[in-house]
């Protein structure tokens, strides 16, 4: 995928970004952190995934066919995953367009709050430069080829995604873990798809955001000591450049 041209790459965004594959333990350290920095001003906790569960849910809440139609449209996206080499059909493509189109309403919702001067602690974080919903990228990047309208998609949803990848965070927390221990805490995941999460995410840049690295494997107490220094001293260096 192309890269974002330096010149429309904004200054970072109040905004405190945890990544990591999956086990690694995001949601429990975005939620300490909102409690022990919310005694400090308004800090909110927002969740940038591409939230296919909670779409499933109502799309399954519908009446008559709600589940079947559910069922069948994730099924169809899901083969994005575990055949990279053919494009989507049309329908699976505008599923994942749309939850594409919603992590960026959320995004827009994100900037706006921090705007108002409200800090956002982000339970995951969206990029540009490697493709898939796996790691919080253009899923339909993915694949390539298809028609017209599936091209267009695809041209549409980079977009989308090298928009918010030019709002880097003030500081990106980045829980490193193996594997193995990915999969002990996370067993219903395929190992393979951890593994793809593992291997890709250490690479990404985030427009050379502010990176810290933690081993997600460290005492609870030890990863959020870490993330409230980092924290500090991040938005210390914010009001000085204010």
């Known amino acids: 995928m192309r890269e974002l041209k330096k010149d429309i790459i904004h200054s970072p965004v109040r905004v405190i970004a945890i990544t990591g594959c999956d086990g690694?333990?995001?949601?429990?350290l975005a939620t300490h952190l909102v409690n022990r920095l919310s005694a400090q001003g308004s800090v909110e906790l927002v969740y940038l995934g591409q939230s296919s569960g909670f779409i499933g849910k109502?799309?399954?809440?519908?009446?008559?066919?709600?589940?079947?139609?559910?069922n069948?449209?994730?099924s169809r996206s899901e083969r994005v995953h575990s055949r990279p080499s053919s494009p989507p059909g049309n329908i699976a493509a505008l599923v994942i367009y749309l939850l594409s189109c919603w992590r960026a309403v959320k995004f827009h919702r994100m900037l706006r709050k921090s705007e108002q001067g409200c800090l956002l602690i982000t339970d995951r974080y969206p990029q540009a430069e490697a493709p898939g919903f796996r790691v919080d990228g253009p899923q339909l990047a993915k694949a390539e080829g298809g028609n017209y309208w599936i091209r267009m998609l695809r041209k549409s949803e980079q977009r989308l995604y090298l928009w918010m990848a030019s709002y880097?965070?003030?500081?990106?927390?980045?829980?490193?873990i193996d594997e193995q221990t990915a999969h002990l805490r996370k067993p219903d995941h395929a190992l393979s798809a951890l593994r793809e999460k593992i291997e890709a995410i250490p690479q990404l840049t985030f427009n050379g955001a502010k990176i810290l690295d933690?081993?997600?494997?460290?005492?609870?107490?030890?990863i959020i000591g870490r993330s409230l220094q980092?924290?500090?001293?991040?938005?210390?260096?914010?009001?000085?450049?204010?």
Do not use: C, V
């Open 230 to 242: 980092a924290i500090h001293s991040t938005l210390s260096g914010l009001q000085k450049n204010a």
């Open 58 to 70: 109502w799309i399954g809440n519908l009446p008559i066919m709600g589940s079947y139609i559910g």
């Open 214 to 222: 933690l081993d997600a494997r460290e005492a609870e107490s030890i």
């Open 168 to 176: 880097p965070p003030a500081l990106l927390i980045r829980l490193n």
């Open 72 to 74: 069948y449209l994730f």
């Open 24 to 28: 690694a333990g995001k949601s429990t």
